[in-house]
């Protein structure tokens, strides 16, 4: 096949290109709704539309459950306070008009898995990590019961410091476990569990934390992660690299991926226990 | 002419650095001769050779700066003692490119941390560059035709051995975990893997099966000679393979011309070994729609077949005669071929005469010249010579958007479309889009209609609406 | 099954894509917020598309390379000593001369070779001057024999005869031995074709003082491990071609206290060796073209390898020489250097390049180390973010990076070494090498020095040859 030596850009130069998560495809793909850009960062800025908030960065960034990546430089993003007009695939900030022409999947498929591998997998994976035991967190999912589960995990809502406090970072990963390796562990009680604490917490997310985090916890709820995480996940039940896995985890933010990855773990092995007994 | 020597006990200057201070300050106009060096031994002794007073040499030592100048007068000596200072102060600054990688020109030297090569070199270098990717650890996608066939029976020999994958070579089309390689079309990842030998059949399959609300999420090409008895479905077996075993895939299509009968018996036993149901396409075969194969998936996976949306043109009369079909996708041309074989005989190339159905993609056509989804030129010059052409009762075309095409076919295309319907033949397009295309979709589809054309999301409606106008003409 | 984990690498992470070819494709990837690494793609030289298919297929070749290169890197030289020659170098006999690069005679040769040939007659007194020395030679009373015929390198016009001192360079498993003659300092000297009677009484002290005060001081201190000294040399600003102060000074000091303490010679002569060497900053030069030498040898012969043992230029020709062709050479005209000159000198008085001092580059020093040496770019009026650039620019076309010898600047990564002749012709990216440059007119000595680089046409002839031996 050949094709010309150049490409002509079919949009006019204030449009950019953008990938998305099918996260917050319902969102984009709907009808046109005005939002507005809550904060920014240095690498990416977040806007508030309707009950959701889109995380917008440029190319090179960690593949968020609520993120879309801009095909060019972080310059363009919008800045705190700016209306956003989302809908029908794009995102008008009214400096750059953004369409998203490429959707990730942040919910990955697992492989059915086995206690006993799972329970080895995340026992290698908590000691290259050095995850601490995050209070009464580990013997509450221990228990199965929902509202110890929940009294544990409450205290850690907003705890610790930056847009995504490192209490709510292992949160998302004990949410997106428990609803991910569940059913690869066939232990149907996962998903009743999760049922009954996720709802609590998050009706307090809220209140307790900034919106970034509390939207991250929403999506970890339907099993939707950072990619990062998502290739943990998958590692754990013995598709890639356990290894490589951990390391580039360790590596998303500053304590994000280390503490996300963290609740993974404190998850998988509550799950792996249970189905073992 | 007068000569100035110095002597700087104790300036250390490295022996490079003072090379350059000679080489500088000879470039000093009306400087005749010039030395700058440490005083060595050797270095007094050149510049004795060079004419200099020995008396005035003599007691620098080898830790002593020596400047030795030969000028026209003492203004050429002080402008070049002035460049002397400023070529012995001179410092680079560590700018930021310090440490910036000069560009790579092979594979290998980017390739740790990636996991996909995408070749496009002209087809004579193209085995070369895919091997090192092999080497290197990526699965290749081949977009460049003309490699001779043992060397693909190589390539994908060395893949299997390694364990990686091998699309193509001349594989147009591809989705890898959503992202589109080449020619595709923007689908959301979902539970349909493709594995096909056919680019614009990949196409049609991802535009039907987004209208459906289906999602692809790998499509592997696999090169057009995959499935012959040379390379015996190599990529094709190793792509149902890694599929059938990726958990987020819930049903498979493998979609192609038809196969040699061994390989056929090959890929039809691995699909009945797949845990994961799996659609045989073989297009070409009688009966046989890449329509039909997006129903039977669609049945697969528990979804109703939706109606594909079409932009049905202003009822107007056409003239009676034949059916052109002028084409830039092989598979979609096979696929109306199929559907017009009730036309009886169908032509191949634009002199045929009679029914004719043209792929303007195949490789006659593209010697020398970039691909029609591409660069539409050689289309629209036949569009306009089949609308003066008094045998031609219906035209067919058919229109792909995606990754890269072009960025907006339908502009070219509709004035051309508009002088067709003044001069008496139907126009019928087939529009193999997505809604998230870049070219946007439903501008294409408005500008082609508002031309004159009808337009048809499924490239088999396209063709029997073609067929039907051109059985009335007929009939009339 | 290694095979499923590959290609599930493939299907469970976003696609990170290496592009060679058609920009627009980079482009469409580039607008979906793809991870993509470029490579600026072209064309190798016409004609040479089936010899390069021939070698990527044959699965031989990668074998071969990889044996090759591990024998390369695993070499352990260490100076064991100083030896007369003709007693040493093997097949050098009292009617044979060996000179640096691939093949010449007489009449091809050109002016330092010539000069420097001469001036070996009148050193060992084969000829009373240099008219009658020139006679001789022209016809043919002496053999000429390229030193790498005869493990052994010399720098410049590197003419090796029989009486003439050699440091003999040994790695002691697989047990193999290489030669270099002693450096004689800068300035006018045999190995810039000089012959002046100063060169010829330079040559005889070193024959008779020079090498036995070395040889009985490195008996004292046993092999010297030069993997090592090199090693450090680098880490202290040296490229091990053009800047060898660093290494001079460690072997200065290694030897240092055998040198002192001593019976062997008087001290008016130890004291004479010390200083010899302590004004020659590259000394050092000659010993790591032993290294050279042993090492690529350690390389050679293993057939299919694809990897490079030999550059050499004998003022006329560059030649090189692949592990996997053996002894063939391929050969085109020696280019002129690009560099800065002595004194008056200019370009017009260069001779084209010559020396198997390219040695350093093919053993991933020299040119190919350059960011450890920052100052010799200046040679070319280039920048330190150049002498990275172009040690950066290396890696494109060696197999690997030495264990030992390491780069600070690029956080101690190993040298680019052990050049594939393949990928030379694929990328079109040349060895450079860092060197010298003489003087065309017999007698003149060194006028410049700079960077030169490898002709691309041996490398396309190389590629062509082992293509046309290798087993599929």
Known sequence: MRLRPKSTNGFMTRNVTAAASLGISTRLEGPPETGVCLGESSELSWVQVGGHILVLSGPSSTRLPNGVTLSRPSRRLPHEGDRCVVGEGQIDTGAVRIKVIRWWDSRPSLSPVTPHVLEATAETAHTLLGCESYDALAPALGSSDPVTIQRAMRPLLGRGEGLTPEGDDVLVGVLAGLRLLGPALGASSAKALLDSIAPIILLDAPLHTTSLSASLLRHATAGEVAGPVASLLRALTGRGDLETAVTEVAAMGATSGTATACGVLLAAQSLAKGVNV | ?476 | MAAMSEMRHLLDNEPVVVTAGVEVLTEALEAQSVQVRRTDWKPPPPGTETALATLAAAPAVAEANEIAISRMLECRPHLVGVARAGEVVPGLDDATFLHAGPPLDWESASGPMRGALIGAMVYEALAGTPEEAAARLAAGEIQLSPCHHHQAAGPMAGVISPSMPVLVVEDPEPHRTAYSTLNEGLGKVLRYGAYAPEVIERLRWMERVLGPVLDDALQRTGPVDLRSLIAQALQMGDDGHNRNRAGTSLLLRALGAALVDSDAAPATDRSAVYGFIDSNDHFMLNVVMAVGKLTTDAASGVPNSSLVTAMARNGTEFGIRLSGTGDEWFTAPAPIVDGLFLGSFTAADANPDIGDSAITETIGLGGFAMAAAPAIVGFVGGSAAGAVQRTLAMYEITMAEHPAFQIPILESRGTPTGIDAMLVVRTGVKPQINTGVAGKEPGVGMVGAGLVEAPIECFVDAVKALAGRTIR
């Open chain 2, 1 to 476: 002419m007068i000569d100035s020597v110095e002597i700087r006990p104790g300036a250390y200057y490295d022996s490079v650095r003072l090379m350059q201070a000679s080489q500088a300050l000879q470039l000093v106009p009306d400087v005749e001769d010039a030395l700058v060096a440490m005083g060595t031994d050797l270095n007094r002794e050149l510049a004795m050779d060079m004419g200099f007073d020995p008396g005035s040499i003599g007691h620098a030592g080898p830790n002593d700066l020596l400047v030795a100048i030969r000028a026209v007068d003492e203004k050429a000596a002080a402008a070049a003692i002035q460049v002397l200072e400023s070529t012995l102060a001179a410092r680079t600054e560590p700018g930021a490119g310090v440490f910036a990688a000069p560009p790579a020109h092979v594979i290998g030297s980017v390739a740790a941390g990636a996991n996909l090569a995408l070749i496009s070199v002209p087809g004579e270098h193209a085995f070369v560059e895919a091997m090192d990717a092999l080497r290197h650890d990526l699965s290749v996608m081949v977009f460049s035709d003309n490699m001779p066939v043992e060397q693909e029976v190589v390539l994908k020999k060395e893949a299997e051995r390694l364990g990686l994958l091998v699309m193509g070579p001349d594989c147009g089309t591809a989705i890898v975990n959503g992202v589109g390689l080449g020619f595709a079309n923007v689908t959301q990842p979902g539970p349909v893997g493709i594995v096909g030998a056919a680019g614009t059949g990949i196409q049609q399959l991802c535009c039907l099966l987004d209208a459906a609300g289906v999602g692809v999420r790998n499509a592997l090409g696999t090169g057009s000679r995959d499935l012959s008895v040379e390379v015996g479905g190599s990529s094709t077996l190793r792509g149902l393979e890694a599929l059938d075993a990726d958990p987020s895939t819930e049903v498979l299509i493998v979609v192609s011309k038809p196969p040699s009968p061994e390989v056929a018996a090959k890929v039809e036993a691995a699909a009945a070994d797949c845990s994961t149901p799996t659609v045989l396409a073989f297009l070409g075969e009688e009966g046989v729609t890449l329509e039909g194969a997006v129903g039977q998936t669609l049945d697969l996976a528990g979804k109703p077949p939706p109606v594909y949306a079409s932009w049905p043109a202003v009822a107007g009369d056409h003239r009676p005669g034949y059916l052109r079909g002028l084409f830039s996708g092989g598979s979609l041309r096979s696929e109306a071929a199929v559907i017009a074989s009730g036309l009886g005989m169908i032509g191949h190339d634009e002199h045929a005469g009679g029914h004719t159905l043209v792929d303007f993609g195949s490789d006659r056509y593209t010697l020398g010249r970039a691909h029609p989804m591409i660069d539409q030129r050689l289309r629209l010059q036949h569009l306009e010579e089949a609308a003066f052409d008094p045998a031609a009762g219906v035209i067919l075309l058919d229109v792909v958007l995606g990754h890269g095409a072009h960025p907006d076919p339908a502009s070219e295309l509709a004035p051309v479309i508009d002088i067709a319907r003044a001069e008496g033949p139907a126009v019928v397009v087939s529009l193999c889009g997505t809604t998230d295309d870049p070219q946007d979709r439903e501008r294409q589809a408005r500008l082609l209609n508002e031309a004159g054309a009808s337009v048809w999301l499924s490239n088999a409606a396209a063709a029997r609406h073609a067929v039907s106008l051109t059985e009335d003409g007929r009939h009339e």
